[in-house]
């Protein structure tokens, strides 16, 4: 195992300590339980946005933690989920008397651990709404999933809806953008090599060298299918396709029914994409892509969403959602209207993405 | 080779491409021959800042172009200097009537064409610097170099002539400006892994699984020693006091004397680190390095700098000069001032780098 690390166990923590040495502007990190929060938290009257998840995707979450994004980001160990009582201390930390929005990736750990910290804060009087996200197209169950997992989406989500807490949506409206971000929003990822889990110390899964994996998920787990290595145009059409062909995907998930009073079974269906549609086209490195092949799947990427009538209207490439130093990629599109939008360029600014200011 | 591109030769073009298609808003993209440029280019009256190299160091330098940074980037094949007409055509394009200032980082491919394009500029009537980044502690000469690489400070000093540049510096006090930055800057890479140039098909050089490479350039060049794979803590000791105990690196440059007006020796010293500087520190992933490992390299650094008496005033942390997927880092120290930081501090809008804007 070749990595730029001390001991394995000490990885996360060590991350931590340079995150909170390096931008001590944008963040402040809090050890035992573990998580990363604005340097300004909590914003008096602001809804405040929490996620999370296993380590391992930097930038995602920690990296996306700041004005117009995050409040609160609870890192587990690499590829782990983070524990009930990270979730419920960046809770309270970051909460400032509005609420808080939990927004979840769709791992089975994640969802129990986060509705079990939604539980606990409640318990204390904090205001939670949870909203899960599960684009990923690949695979209907997954490993560590029942359902769909969430990907790429989950980026545009905190982006959007940190843009619109800072311009002042209360909880109800924030998880109901949150949810529909959600619905417009699918996925597709691909890996050409493995990734190595330092407490594991090899790979995750062999890939033999003329073989590819497409529909693959964040910690490796199975995609659709493996296949001989093709081109970046052949590979950008199969993803791209299977996305936009996607049909209605109609799903149940559990939300906080805060009239009720408890967690309730939400029907929801993403509708497919049609001809018209606007899109953000989302480009993303598995972490050891090397940043001159991502325009070349931009490219193609581009070309597709012309031909099926797609207009691409906002665009983000590079290595958000990654998978420690897996090479591949994945490709998210998410319908765009005015409000998403407007969402997407209100300024931000945290470690991994930034603009406005 | 696994590599998400279509033919090997196409793989510049199409990344540019790409790139024209996803950033209007920022850069414009000119091919044959190729070079990407400002999209407001030229500005009447700001000196124009023209850098170059070969592909493959990304976002160096295509996307280091925009407002506040470079105003041209020509990009050569993958590791392969870019040609005089290139270059020429650039400083044609960008040139706002106060001259153009060509940062050139020190291999003898890309010295001795931006010379030629210089003259060739000259000749047509523009006004031309040229100053040339050689901040490579590692080695005193290289493969493709006589006397130091140019490496991580060329990043820092487009960003703070950029800067520089839009607060309306006249051509003679840019190139002094710049100069300046390169004297306080050293550098130094590691390498875990190679890296696989496309059209080469074959990993660079071979890297055993338990060794690495202290002071390799970002080609591959040999560097100081290879040896048995450490810490990140050992690894990060090794490069910073590298940096930092080096003494005094006195050499002789060409530069351009418009009052002769002809290419003259110049002779410059770049003082040693001592107690008491300010310094930015820039740890950089070669590329295929997961994000989770800088901030690991970053919390050794800082600690290093304390006990020196060096405080880190301004940071970078990030893929902006690799070499393709190479797995490994380099460290750079730049001795600020107050001009200095002034100047990194200006707002800046290119695609691997955005501030203020």
Request: aromatic letters at 6%.
């Amino acid at each position: 195992m070749k990595k730029l690390i001390n001991k394995p166990e000490d990885v996360v923590k060590e991350e931590l300590e340079g995150m909170a040495l390096a931008y001590p502007d944008i963040v402040k990190v809090h050890f035992d339980p573990d998580f990363v929060y604005r340097a300004d938290a909590p914003v008096k009257g602001k809804v405040a946005i929490v996620s999370g998840g296993g380590s391992g995707h930097e930038p995602m979450h920690g990296g996306l933690v700041g004005v117009g994004m995050l409040d609160a980001a609870c890192p587990g160990q690499v590829f782990t989920s983070p524990t009930p009582d990270q979730m419920l201390e960046a809770t309270k930390m970051v909460d400032g008397g509005a609420g808080v929005l939990h927004i979840v990736k769709n791992y089975t750990g994640d969802v129990m651990n986060f509705e079990m910290a939604a539980d606990m804060a409640r318990g204390e009087g904090i205001q939670v709404a949870s909203i899960l996200i599960d684009d990923d197209a690949a695979v209907k169950d997954s490993l560590y999933t029942a359902g769909r997992r969430g990907v790429g989406t989950t980026v545009l989500a905190e982006k959007i809806c940190g843009g619109a807490a800072e311009k002042g949506y209360d909880l109800q409206k924030l998880a109901d953008l949150c949810r529909k971000v959600n619905i417009n929003g699918r996925s597709m990822g691909m890996a050409l090599t493995s990734c190595t889990v330092p407490m594991a110390g090899k790979p995750t899964f062999d890939l033999p060298e003329d073989e590819m994996e497409i529909g693959i998920g964040i910690h490796g787990e199975p995609g659709r299918k493996r296949m001989k290595l093709k081109t970046a145009d052949e590979i950008t059409e199969m993803m791209a396709l299977a996305i936009i062909e996607d049909p209605a995907y109609t799903r149940t998930v559990r939300e906080w029914d805060e009239g009720k009073g408890e967690w309730v079974d939400v029907d929801l269906a993403d509708p497919p994409f049609k001809a018209g549609d606007k899109v953000l086209a989302f480009v993303n490195s598995m972490g050891g892509t090397p940043a001159i092949e991502l325009p070349i799947v931009y490219r193609k990427l581009h070309e597709i969403c012309e031909k099926k009538g797609l207009k691409i209207v906002r665009n983000l490439m590079g290595p958000i959602i990654t998978s420690l130093e897996m090479q591949g990629c994945s490709i998210t599109l998410l319908k765009m209207d005015d409000e998403l939008i407007e969402m997407w360029d209100a300024p931000v600014k945290t470690i991994g993405m930034r603009w406005g200011m």
